[in-house]
T-cell receptor, first 110, second 113 residues
Framework: SQQGEEDPQALSIQEGENATMNCSYKTSINNLQWYRQNSGRGLVHLIL?????REKHSGRLRVTLDTSKKSSSLLITASRAADTASYFC??????????FGTGTRLQVFP | GAGVSQSPSNKVTEKGKDVELRCDPISGHTALYWYRQSLGQGLEFLIYFQGNSAPDKSGLPSDRFSAERTGGSVSTLTIQRTQQEDSAVYLC???????????FGEGSWLTVV
């Protein structure tokens, strides 16, 4: 079963707009990670946020984590057409293995 | 190596045949994962190896699926008597260990006809 669920399933925006994706999970975690996938192949790690952190930044990416609500959000600011991809959150569910959510498909139009 | 390497990139096989998918993790990474992703879907956990510990096989969908990791490095995922529903991308990933970033290979696209 999936540990994480992303919302929305799909998102379409114009270049320059911000994109926000949300992830909810079910069990306690040690950390939460966000990944990007182009064209259904390998995933690329974007950012890791630990359970004792509330917010983290990396370039145009901003991730927040609310452990009381078991949710995280990924914000991409000033989006570009090249940001078009699927984005997944993944949690360790307190174990050693990483469980992925269902993903958000982001389309950025020029 | 520079990254996680998987082979073959693409495999077309007839229903009922056995297939082997190979994964070479990043050198020094003790943890190795296999995931499966059907078209347009999320990643489904299959199996996890960590060092010399017994692997976590809880995600393997049936006894037709098995995986081994030799010498703590290369891993092979074997699917016996393939079925059409086995068609998917099989992704391998490795990491330095638990609670660390995992790095993915480009995947092996399996099509069962």
């Amino acid at each position: 079963s999936q540990q994480g669920e992303e919302d929305p399933q799909a998102l379409s925006i114009q270049e320059g707009e911000n994109a926000t994706m949300n992830c909810s999970y079910k069990t306690s975690i040690n950390n939460l990670q966000w990944y990007r996938q182009n064209s259904g192949r390998g995933l690329v790690h974007l950012i890791l946020i630990r359970s004792n952190e509330r917010e983290k930044h990396s370039g145009r990416l901003r991730v927040t984590l609310d452990t009381s609500k078991k949710s995280s959000s990924l914000l991409i600011t000033a989006s570009r057409a090249a940001d078009t991809a699927s984005y997944f959150c993944a949690t360790d569910a307190g174990t050693d293995k990483l469980i992925f959510g269902t993903g958000t498909r982001l389309q950025v139009f020029p | 190596g520079a990254g996680v390497s998987q082979s073959p990139s693409n495999k077309v096989t007839e229903k009922g045949k056995d297939v082997e998918l190979r994964c070479d993790p990043i050198s020094g990474h003790t943890a190795l994962y296999w995931y499966r992703q059907s078209l347009g879907q999320g990643l489904e956990f299959l199996i996890y190896f960590q060092g010399n510990s017994a692997p976590d096989k809880s995600g393997l969908p049936s006894d037709r699926f098995s995986a081994e990791r030799t010498g703590g490095s290369v891993s092979t995922l074997t699917i016996q008597r393939t079925q059409q529903e086995d068609s998917a991308v099989y992704l391998c990933a490795s990491s330095l260990g638990q609670r660390n970033t995992i790095y993915f290979g480009e995947g092996s696209w399996l099509t069962v006809v």
